[in-house]
């Protein structure tokens, strides 16, 4: 059994910074993925960033040179540091495992204020 937990959502304004955490546990096999999605409100969920078995990082556009990810090695944790926050960056933000299945945590909220 994998858990895959969020925290780090709040309120922000247009920006403004937030920093949201990511910690995975459980029977984890290697090699794995991680990283997030996002679903705004009547939307389908969409990549934000992911971070790979071997540490390579992925990015779309809407959110490079904005969002940061981050993990410690070996713990499964993963960070993701958002800065130069939109109102459009809204949405319940996803974690994710992906080993050879995906893992999904509940979602945190991420509401920025114009």
């Known amino acids: 059994q994998v858990h895959v937990v969020e925290s780090g959502g709040g309120l922000a304004q247009a920006g403004g910074s937030l920093r949201l955490s990511c910690s995975a546990s459980?029977?984890?096999?290697?090699?794995?993925?991680m990283g997030w999605y996002r679903q705004p409100p009547g939307k389908q969920r969409e990549l934000v960033a992911s971070i790979s078995s071997d540490g390579v990082t992925n990015y779309p556009d809407f959110v490079k040179g904005r969002f940061s990810l981050s993990r410690d090695i070996g713990r499964n944790n993963i960070y993701l540091q958002m800065s130069s926050l939109k109102p459009e960056d809204s949405a319940v933000y996803y974690c994710?495992?992906?080993?050879?299945?995906?893992?999904w945590g509940q979602g945190t909220q991420v509401t920025v204020s114009s």
């Open positions: 994710y495992l992906n080993t050879r299945v995906t893992y």
């Open positions: 459980g029977n984890i096999v290697l090699p794995k993925e």
